[in-house]
């Protein structure tokens, strides 16, 4: 069982920024990919950002050129850092990987954008 464990969450004010991580049980090299998702109050879990073992990022609209996804294969753990945080972004963020047809979460790391 691949176990996801999501840290960095926390409180800032607007402006401000956070890094979140992600450190996976097993190689993270093997995964199709891995993500970011968030889930505010009373919305459904949405993308956030995505990275493959190779190739290019995907990063959502509402936090392009903010957040950024990147990830250490040695240390087998994805990255999200967020800049100019505003108070939308509070969120519940979950740490994400597929293999196949199997998905994989993390518990989640709560953030709090606020003053």
């Known amino acids: 069982q691949v176990q996801l464990v999501e840290s960095g969450g926390g409180l800032v004010q607007p402006g401000g920024s956070l890094r979140l991580s992600c450190a996976a049980s097993?190689?993270?090299?093997?995964?199709?990919?891995m993500g970011w998702y968030r889930q505010a109050p009373g919305k459904e879990r949405e993308l956030v950002a995505t990275?493959?073992?190779?190739?290019?990022?995907n990063v959502a609209d509402s936090v392009r050129g903010r957040y950024t996804i990147s990830r250490d294969n040695v240390k087998n753990t994805v990255y999200l850092q967020m800049n100019s945080l505003k108070p939308d972004d509070t969120a519940v963020y979950y740490c994400?990987?597929?293999?196949?047809?199997?998905?994989?979460w993390g518990q989640g790391t709560q953030v709090t954008v606020s003053s």
């Open positions: 990275i493959p073992p190779i190739g290019s990022t």
């Open positions: 097993r190689s993270i090299v093997s995964f199709n990919a």
């Open positions: 994400h990987a597929r293999d196949g047809l199997k998905n994989y």
